[in-house]
């Protein structure tokens, strides 16, 4: 059992460090409002699909040099991309300076800090975690969780320190 439990904290901090050593950084240029009403006005339009200016397709590969398969798209105003590193799903959000707003990517059970995973377990302790996603947003950072119970799905968003917000 204590292998068990020194197996999940090596390969969390190994997959830890891959998101860390891909270099982005979250812009300071925005406060965490400001980002999430750009976000919240670019989810609520028509995006596109769009080949976005050089400048953002070279600070993408800065920020995450093993992207691979990237669509954009964009509203005019905010760019997103999706992309896979590593196995793994990601996406970024640029504002049309090239400043990374956001970047949400798939991660495993075993990655959750242990805070949010004891408070959604114990808010739904007869689930199992399904899908995981980290959200950095600004300052900011979430979990978005889905768990499962037979038929029946349930769906978090958990800040880092444990309080579920939805």
């Known amino acids: ?17 891959q998101f860390v050593a891909q270099g982005q950084a979250i812009s300071t240029q925005y406060s965490n409002e400001e980002i999430a009403q750009m976000l919240k ?14 400048a953002l397709q070279q ?19 905010v760019y997103e991309a999706e992309f896979e590193v590593k196995f793994r799903d990601y996406e970024a959000y640029y504002d049309d300076k090239s400043n990374l707003l956001m970047v949400v990517r798939e991660i495993y059970a075993s990655e959750l800090p242990l805070v949010v995973r004891n408070a959604a377990e114990s808010k739904y302790p007869k689930y199992h975690f399904e899908d995981m996603d980290k959200i950095q947003r ?17 769906k978090l968003l958990v800040k880092s320190d444990g309080t579920i917000i939805v």
């Open 41 to 54: 006005a670019y989810k609520t339009s028509y995006s596109q699909d769009v080949v976005p200016p050089v």
């Open 1 to 17: 059992m204590k292998s068990l439990k020194i197996a999940t904290v090596i390969t969390g901090l190994f997959f830890m460090q």
């Open 59 to 77: 600070k993408l590969q800065t920020d995450f040099p093993h992207a691979r398969d990237i669509e954009w798209e964009t509203d005019g105003h």
């Open 138 to 154: 600004g300052s900011e950072v979430f979990y978005k969780i889905e768990m499962e119970r037979g038929e029946i799905e349930i």
